[in-house]
Antibody, heavy 119, light 108 residues
Framework: EVQVEESGGGLVQPGRSLRLSCAAS????????MHWVRQAPGKGLEWVST????????AYAGSVEGRFTISRDNAKNSVYLQMNSLTAEDTALYYC????????????WGQGTLVTVSS | DIQMTQSPSSLSASVGDRVTITCRAS??????LNWYQQKPGKAPRLLIY???NLQSGVPSRFTGSGSGTDFTLTISSLQPQDFATYYC??????????FGQGTKVEVK
């Protein structure tokens, strides 16, 4: 059974940093790109970042470029999101999701981890 | 970036109704269009990929169509468990996946 589980969210002050983790299981992790998608309270889905299977292809949304860094450890079946210089606009539920190249869609999602940026 | 615009933003419907949601891309995305369903407090769930292909386990009352810039999601006979928010998402543009703003389907 495919499972994706995020962790690391919490309350953080503006300007500070936070690192999210995503642990995956039930599939060959290094066959898939992984993405982060976020959802601000009461709002829609916003794509944040992607990393391909060997970390050779990485991309970010303009809203986080230069502040967030995505990485992965295939030996640990995990992907990470280092978030620096956080602002209130980064407050959201952060989802980790698997991208299935065969169907070009996000086919498995975690339940999300909540990041709240507030003083 | 490719912009995705859904309409309506919300709709009210009754069980048994036929419901149609539209999604328009700011440029042609061929058939690289996916639909997700999200219920309150839950993660999104993939319903349809590549415009018209049902994800495993998704009931056949859900259908998708379109190509280029205009796409539709249709629920042929709305069921109680279908009240949710629906999002379209394009996978055409590499390194810039975008979602529509969502359509909330509410009880009439």
């Amino acid at each position: 059974e495919v499972q994706v589980e995020e962790s690391g969210g919490g309350l953080v002050q503006p300007g500070r940093s936070l690192r999210l983790s995503c642990a995956a299981s039930g599939f060959r992790f290094d066959d898939y790109a992984m993405h982060w998608v976020r959802q601000a309270p009461g709002k829609g889905l916003e794509w944040v970042s992607t990393i391909n299977w060997n970390s050779g292809d990485i991309a970010y949304a303009g809203s986080v470029e230069g502040r967030f860094t995505i990485s992965r450890d295939n030996a640990k079946n995990s992907v990470y999101l280092q978030m620096n210089s956080l602002t209130a606009e980064d407050t959201a539920l952060y989802y980790c999701t698997r991208f299935n190249y065969e169907i070009e869609a996000f086919d498995y999602w975690g339940q999300g981890t909540l990041v709240t940026v507030s003083s | 970036d490719i912009q995705m615009t859904q309409s309506p933003s919300s709709l009210s419907a009754s069980v048994g109704d036929r419901v149609t949601i539209t999604c328009r891309a700011s440029q042609s995305i061929s058939t690289y269009l996916n639909w997700y369903q999200q219920k309150p407090g839950k993660a999104p769930r993939l319903l349809i990929y590549a415009t018209s292909n049902l994800q495993s386990g998704v009931p056949s009352r859900f259908t998708g169509s379109g190509s280029g810039t205009d796409f539709t999601l249709t629920i042929s006979s709305l069921q109680p468990q279908d009240f949710a928010t629906y999002y379209c998402q394009q996978s055409y543009s590499p390194a810039s996946w975008t979602f529509g703003q969502g359509t909330k389907v509410e009880v009439k």
